[in-house]
């Protein structure tokens, strides 16, 4: 009866350990499923939208000044001083005397030779009132009038040719024309400013002896200038003379408006660029100043602005269609510091601006 007993109670015992097996078994939870990690690359892309750019041209050049001559002495003396002393930086007017070099000894000669002119036509006048009585009035008005210390005023006209070669025989006509050209040689003694403008450069102060064929100083007209650029060919063919240019001083932070004035299509054989010339006017401006330009084309294309970086090998792009990369190809209109003008996408094209480990086939997603 014990051993019955015992029986039970084991039996017992298994079918409750057999219950909570399949009990604790429903209540754990089913393992999750694990869902499947997407490696394709993600590529950031834009979209394409062709648009018309007016071309600019950006240039980097020195100013000149339009006006400079160099001033240099054809005859030679005392340098006179005056109250505006020729020295860097005096400003002229246009007419205003720069240098006065002391010339009484060639103005002395002078006087010498027009009073042997007097003395040949006066000798010649008895001559004249018997032999062409009726050119002998002009001739005697003509020595009345005749002032040393005034400027030589034209001899009287003969009325045919035995005057003229019996004038010429009495040799007046030659000292006329030999205190013409002392007239001339006199005027070089005094130098004018041919425009406004300011002394840039002097080598010679009052006081001091003047040589003939001296260099005494440059003179520059201190408003007008030109800003000399270097241009490629591809920015030649973009540009022509009369352009407007937007011209700036980084140092100043001012800008200034030009135009293209001229362009010199001889290539420097090193460079393979030509220079071209902007003029501009302003008195803030001085000869030696480094600008900034912008030449503003006449010329427009309808096509996109990219990063240059976005570029393979200079005539292709990366754009995506249908998660796949392909290449395709662009003509560059112009290229810059850090952009380019193209042509050659079609609007809505979505253009990657990632270039790093793509290459044509692979597949992508894309992220707007």
Known sequence: MKRKHTVLVTLAILVLA????????????????????????????????????????????????????????????????????????????????MIDINSEETEQSLKSRKSDLMNLISKVLPDLKFDYPESYKQWLKYLIAFDV??????????????EKFFISGKGIYKSFYDIESLETRIAKYKIYAPFDGVITASNIKPGTLVRAGQKLGEYVKDSEYELAVSLSMNEVALVEVGDCVSLYSEELEKGWSGKLSRINYSIDSKTQTVMAYVSVSSKELKEGMFLNAEINSKRSVKGVELNRKLLQDNDMVYVIENSIVKESPIKIIQQKSNVVVIE????????????????????????L
């Open 18 to 97: 057999v219950i909570s097996s399949f009990v604790f078994a429903g209540m754990r939870k089913s393992p999750e499923r694990r869902i499947g990690i997407d490696h394709t690359m993600k590529v950031p892309v834009i979209k394409v939208k062709n648009e018309m750019i007016d071309l600019t041209v950006p240039v980097v050049g020195k100013l000149i000044a339009k006006d400079k001559i160099e001033i240099y002495s054809e005859v030679g003396g005392v340098m006179m001083r005056s109250s505006n002393d020729f020295l860097e930086g005096i400003h002229y007017k246009k007419g205003e005397l």
């Open 344 to 367: 050659g996408l079609t609007d809505g094209a979505l253009l990657s601006t990632k270039t790093k480990n793509l290459h044509a086939g692979l597949e992508v997603r894309v992220s």
């Open 149 to 162: 210390n005034s400027k030589l005023v034209d001899l009287p006209k003969p009325v045919d040719s035995r």
